[in-house]
């Protein structure tokens, strides 16, 4: 086992250099922050050369560029890398008058540079918060002025940290840790755990955050509020109030819901946010920043994609199964649910094809590739790109969980065309959350080294080369389309 993890170290390492490379800057400035206050709405914008951090009661620059901006409480924090040193400054919010002299951040072994650290955060007393790419199982603590304070130190490596309210969560592998965070330091610390494949994605309030797969969950119950349907890319396009979610859908429509509704309303607004808060969204509009309140809520009709219940789990089922009690697709009724395949035994070889003969080929499905149970369907499409390549046969496309999908295609998803159910395999998308990340290449190595099983689609998702085997090969394929 110990020869097996050195040789899939040693193949990522090869076909991984770059993985960690901080972005590039763009040309056109970037939005760094955004909060929804109740002052109004502040954020903080840069070009590479000046940042503003911006409020209704006016405007400030930074001394320095920053790169990375924290909105916490009545203070803004804000980071940048100047000749090879992480610079600091804080302002008071909504006065933007600054609240702290400007700082360098000076470690026990000297000053260091941004990229040289996997996360940062920040809190509301001013601290500046670390994780070394080195040693991952650190936790660095900053005081306002750029001082090294206590940190801490734990048994495995801190893969995130995230700041909200008065708390601060480490994410760990399949476990997170929090620590009350006071003005002398931390006080109690809690934890809970969730699977390997979905951590928090983002937190929306101390217990509520969406995970890596769009569910909406909650610190200490069992069971998601529903499936948000959002993509990863859209995931920074939602918000919490009141215990109502907003969140970003398609055809530039901002949604929301109450956490314990079962309809969603919608409204309209000009082109795709920047940001939402609970009052209004930040656009970018020929070359300047607006926040535009929304109008009018109404509610969604049926055929909108909403967030949906997530079903009580079934017996996992030896093949992919088509949703029960359905009619074929020219039948009005929509499957109630569908079986979820998890934690199905490792196959030897690619599930075997069906004996149902494939849709002919039409115009737009050249990206599309139909063998045996299994529809092959490039990382990039859209539900809405399949049903128009699939047309003009009418197409029903629905989740896992029976409800009918849309945003990015996953794989697992279900597909009824021509009477026949076909499952969506996204080639390198293994935790079917619509993209191709590290996350997959963590659950492929965690297969390979027989310490997770993978359902039939989520195996023909890492099958990369096609052999109806699992191996290094696939992993190399796999680092590859990661980038």
Do not use: H
């Not at 409020?55 to 560029?65: H, I, L, Y």
């Amino acid at each position: 086992m110990k020869r097996l993890s050195c040789w899939l170290l040693a193949v990522l390492f090869l076909a991984l250099p770059g993985l960690f490379v901080l972005a590039q800057p763009a040309e056109e400035p970037t939005l760094l922050a955004f909060a929804d206050t109740p002052s109004g709405p502040v954020y903080a914008v840069t070009d590479g050369e000046e940042t503003r951090v911006v409020a209704e009661t006016g405007d400030v620059s930074t001394v320095f560029p920053a790169s990375i901006a924290f909105f916490r409480g009545d203070l803004a924090v804000l980071l940048g890398e100047t000749k090879g040193n992480v610079s600091l400054e804080t302002f008071s919010l909504p006065s933007l008058s600054s609240s702290g002299p400007f700082g360098v951040l000076r470690g026990e072994e000297g000053n260091f540079s941004l990229g040289s650290m996997l996360c940062w955060e920040a809190d509301r007393f001013g601290r500046v918060y670390a994780v070394p790419r080195e040693d991952p199982t650190q936790l660095l603590v900053f005081d306002e002025a750029g001082t090294q304070l206590e940190g801490r130190t734990f048994p495995e490596s801190i893969n995130r940290i995230e700041v909200f309210g008065d708390r601060l969560y480490l994410i760990f592998f399949d476990r997170a840790e929090s620590l009350d965070l006071t003005e002398d330091g931390f006080g109690e610390s809690d934890s809970f755990e969730f699977k390997s494949d979905r951590p928090p994605y983002r937190f929306l309030s101390d217990t509520v955050y969406i995970n890596e797969l769009g569910y909406l969950c909650e610190v200490g119950r069992e069971e998601p509020f529903f499936d948000t349907g959002i993509p990863p890319a859209g995931r920074y396009l939602v918000a919490l109030a009141d215990d109502v979610f907003y969140w970003y859908g398609e055809r530039n429509t901002v949604f929301r819901q109450a956490l314990d509704a079962e309809q969603a309303e919608f409204c309209t607004v000009p082109e795709r946010p920047l940001a939402l808060g609970e009052n209004g969204a930040l656009f970018y509009i020929d070359g300047e920043y607006l926040f535009t309140p929304y109008s009018d809520f109404t509610p969604a009709p049926t055929a909108t994609p909403e967030p949906t219940s997530i079903p009580t789990p079934t017996a996992v089922p030896t093949d992919t199964p088509k949703p029960t009690n359905t009619p074929k697709p020219t039948s009005t009724p929509k499957p109630s649910s569908s079986a979820k395949p998890t934690n199905t035994p490792k196959p030897s070889a690619s599930p075997s094809p069906s004996n149902s003969p494939a849709p002919t080929p039409g115009p737009g499905r050249e990206n599309l590739e139909f063998t045996g149970e299994f529809l092959y369907a490039p990382v990039d499409m859209s539900v809405a790109e399949l049903r128009t390549a699939l047309l003009p046969e009418d197409a029903e496309i629905y989740f896992d969980s029976g409800k009918t999908a849309s945003g990015d295609l996953r794989t697992g998803m279900a597909v009824l065309l021509e009477e026949e159910t076909y499952t969506v395999v996204v080639p390198g998308d293994i935790n079917a959350t619509g993209t191709v990340n590290t996350l997959d290449m963590r659950l492929a190595m965690r297969y390979l080294l027989g310490e997770d099983d993978l359902s039939p689609a989520a195996f023909a998702a890492l099958d990369l080369t096609r052999d109806g085997e699992a191996n290094t090969g696939d992993l190399v394929l796999l680092a590859r389309a990661i980038g």
